[in-house]
């Protein structure tokens, strides 16, 4: 018989970034260019054979991002197994949003919660703010770039620049966190 692995995750991210289309993406291989923002949480499950022997069943809070229910997300992270912080490459306030997320979470989740940060949105490479890593030739000032790799592999996280949109890294994103957790 295989083994089942039943995994807790949530997501977390500034209101916008695309934590829902992931999710959609992810579960129905679906995107929808006019989605309406979740109130509160959405539970969803998602079942995944890794190999022919290991099956995993994925238990997904989307979270919504905003303020006003900051309050509530201690309640989707405690026992969360993994936790997937997204920002979007448009938008560098969503890269210090999901940094302070990713702080909380170092604090008071569980001391093994494995977390990967998604920087989404990939395909609107044109309007990116959010570089990966630090171009060999530097561009000006300090503050005019930001690099989400370097800060990743620094805070020890998984990383993945993801497009709902196209699809781009989202099964590479949760199968990577499978087979860092099953390997724990
Ligand atoms: P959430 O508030 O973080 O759950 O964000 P949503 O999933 O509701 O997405 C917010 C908006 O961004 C919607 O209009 C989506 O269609 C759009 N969106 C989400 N992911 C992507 C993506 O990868 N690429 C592009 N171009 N738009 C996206
Ligand atoms: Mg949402």
């Not at 306030?93 to 990939?122: C, F, H, M, T, Y």
């Not at 989400?148 to 199968?175: C, H, I, M, Q, W």
């Amino acid at each position: 018989a295989g083994k089942l692995f039943q995994f807790k995750l949530v997501l977390l991210g500034e209101s916008a970034v695309g934590k829902s289309s992931l999710v959609l993406r992810f579960v129905k291989d679906q995107f929808d260019d006019y989605r309406e923002s979740t109130i509160g949480a959405a539970f969803l499950t998602q079942t995944i054979c890794l190999d022919d022997a290991t099956t995993v069943k994925f238990e997904i809070w989307d979270t919504a991002g905003q303020e006003r229910y900051k309050s509530l997300a201690p309640m989707y992270y405690r026992n969360a197994n993994c936790a997937v912080v997204v920002y979007d490459i448009t938008q560098s306030s969503s890269l210090d949003k999901a940094k302070s997320w990713v702080k909380e979470l170092q604090r008071q989740a569980d001391p093994n919660i494995v977390i990967a940060l998604a920087g989404n949105k990939s395909d609107l490479s044109a309007r990116r703010v959010v570089e990966t890593e630090s171009p060999a030739v530097p561009r000006g000032s300090e503050q005019d770039w930001i690099d989400a790799k370097p800060y990743a592999d620094e805070a020890g996280l998984l990383f993945f620049e993801t497009s709902a949109k196209t699809a781009t890294n989202v099964n590479e994103l949760f199968t990577s966190i499978d087979k860092t957790i099953s390997s724990q």
